[in-house]
């Protein structure tokens, strides 16, 4: 039995009966990731892997899970944390140079919940540095390669985190989706991806990339897996003024009598005739369950990019700041302090994460803030709003989560303009903060394609029982 293609629960059940040991599934996965060469580990933290590991085998044998509690779900399974999310006393580089040899002093609040299940942590995955990118390639590391394609990106920005987990590297991982970040990685690499509702997870120990649109969350094997990791990492922590006090409640809405809203805008001019022939079948396979199809209209996406590409640069500029050299990281030597921020920001900083800088700088200046950055306010209202009308006549939506299947290595890289096109249909999702979910439907050759499923805030339950549903039906 290869013990790197058991999901969370068949993992679980194995570890119950004693079928096998933690150590025996961490050292599976240890291997795999050796062997590896898709690049979608930074670090490897084996250490730690192996002593939680022995932990939670000694719990399992004691019947009792970390720390007393009874044993979780998540206790003994190996998983793969993107690179810009702090685990105590390791690496942690949001795959760049100005972070190389940083250290995290503390655990981000999803890994202290992981830990207290009883997870092992195998290691910090590859990512577009910073979180900026769509397709993996940003990263000062070298670019994730898809295990589907080895010459195609596995999708950005959280690449490593979906490669890893598509090609048995971890049972699962966490993402963040500041704009797609965990949808698109799922749907190139075919695994499943929950960007969750702004606010249900804590972004306590997250780097901050945008902070009104950031997102911790997981990607799995499959929806039930994604589910058990979703209720470990959200609820309200004090250190996230934004985190709410949410209680995960199980559904399970069928598909019968269930209202899809299909966005008429989302179907135009730009998408891959094969990607659109996928996301109809899988909407018509919903139908035949007795889904009813209604077609929507969300008029203000159609400005959903620019406005996105606007507001992430500017807390981006905002929250870069503080990496001058000084506080974190790298630090160049200099003539005066002056000298030294220019240093050290000029050869730390990437060429993408510097042009979001400028970007964000440039629109948050005097005179051109209202131009830019009020404006793209203004439309974020008017995107929040075309969600909630929507949702007065629909209970989710079902639409594509990238126009396009996996790029070749280098095809977009020199245009930048082009790779942001790759985020069309997951941005709006940000702004309006709500929960999406990218789960494998179907394959155009060897590469996967996406379909999201947009609920609306706090509907993660519905989202996830209906995606369990589909998923039935395709297997
Ligand atoms: N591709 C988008 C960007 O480059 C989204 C990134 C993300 O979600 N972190 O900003």
Redesign the pocket.
Known sequence: MDLTELTIKQAHEGLKKGDFTSVDLTKAYLEKIKKSDLNSFLSVTEDLALSQAEEADAAFAKGYGAQGKKIGMLCGIPCAIKDAILVEGQKCTAASKILENYIAPYDATVIKKLKEQGAVILGKTNL?EF????SGENSAFGPTKNPHDKTRVAG??SSGSAAAVASGEACYSLG??????IR?PSSFCGVTGLKPTYGAVSRYGLIA?GSSLDQIGPIAKNVEDAEIVFKAISGKDKMDATSTDYKFEESNISLKGLKIGVPKEYFVEGIDKEVEKITRNSIKKAENQGAKIIEISLPSVEFALAC?YII?PCEASANLARFDGIKYGLSEKGKDLLDVYLKSKGHGFGAEVKRRIMIGTYALSSGYYDAYYKKAQEVRQLIKQDFAKAFEKVDLIFCPVSPVPAIKIGERTGDPLSM?L??IY??SV?LAGLPGLSMPVGKIGDLPVGLQIIGNHFQENKILSVASYIEKLLT
């Open positions: 577009d979180a900026m990118g769509g950005g920005s963040s989706d500041t704009g797609g970040s698109l990339f996105y992430a942001y790759m985020d997951t941005v940000n």
